[in-house]
């Protein structure tokens, strides 16, 4: 079974802080993706990779970056975290390699719930 | 601009009903359609649809993709109080830089009493 597995389920953090969610896949998996999820608004695309030291922003990038130094292992950094980062993250991978075929169904990490006071 | 709507947003049941849960999506590079389920936790997959017009069923739950219309349905009969969850699809894209990238909809919210 692919394990995605994120390093923290719960969060509170102050304005200002810097945070790192850490997100680590176990499947060998070439993409993997950092998602916010609130409600009403769904789950949004913050950051993918989809290979080592890349990266693309998604639909929501603003006051957040990432890294990807070990094929496993992907990070989300909020520089300066603010109130309205309160959210859900979610961390997802998949595969193939982009450019070949396969169904590139994601799967997810159990999330990390953050609260920013 | 890409979109996939899910309707209804929400949708309470009792317990033996069959529900409908429907998908639309306006996709420029469709590649294939997913559905997940979520409950408390991190969204679990339960079907990959990629072909018009072929059921694809496990258990009590079956979907079914139409690419000339551009919807997909999940049909849940039978329905339990573990089936209260909320329901997600989302259209794997097929082009370019977001190639595998996935473009959700809001979900259906489920709810069944006993």
């Known amino acids: 079974d692919v394990k995605v597995t994120q390093s923290s389920r719960y969060l509170v953090k102050r304005t200002g802080e810097k945070v790192f969610l850490e997100c680590v896949q176990d499947m060998d998996h070439e993409n993997m993706f950092w998602y916010r999820q609130d409600p009403g608004l769904g789950l949004r695309l913050i950051y993918f990779s989809y290979d080592v030291k890349m990266k693309e922003k998604g639909d929501i990038p603003e006051g957040y970056s990432v890294s990807r130094e070990k094929k496993e292992r992907f990070s989300l950094i909020l520089e300066s975290a603010s109130t309205n980062q309160t959210s859900m993250y979610l961390c997802a991978s998949s595969s193939p390699r982009r450019g070949t075929s396969g169904?590139?169904?994601?799967?997810?990490?159990?999330?990390?719930?953050?609260t920013v006071t | 601009e890409d979109k996939v709507v899910q309707s209804p947003l929400s949708l309470v049941v009792h317990e033996g009903d069959t529900v409908t849960l429907n998908c639309s999506y306006e996709v420029t590079n469709f590649r294939s359609l997913l559905w997940y389920k979520q409950e408390k936790k991190a969204p679990t997959f339960l079907f990959m649809l990629t072909s018009s017009?072929?059921?694809?069923?496990?258990?009590?739950?079956?979907?079914?993709l139409d690419k000339k219309e551009l919807f997909s349905i999940l049909n849940i009969t039978a329905t339990q109080t573990g089936d209260s969850a909320v329901y997600l699809c989302a259209v794997v894209m097929n082009y370019g830089?977001?190639?595998?990238?996935?473009?959700?909809?809001?979900?259906?919210?489920?709810?069944?009493?006993p």
């Open chain 1, 103 to 114: 169904s590139y169904e994601q799967y997810f990490g159990p999330g990390t719930r953050l």
């Open chain 2, 97 to 113: 830089g977001s190639q595998g990238n996935l473009i959700f909809g809001k979900g259906t919210k489920l709810s069944v009493k």
């Open chain 2, 53 to 64: 017009g072929i059921e694809k069923k496990s258990g009590r739950l079956s979907s079914i």
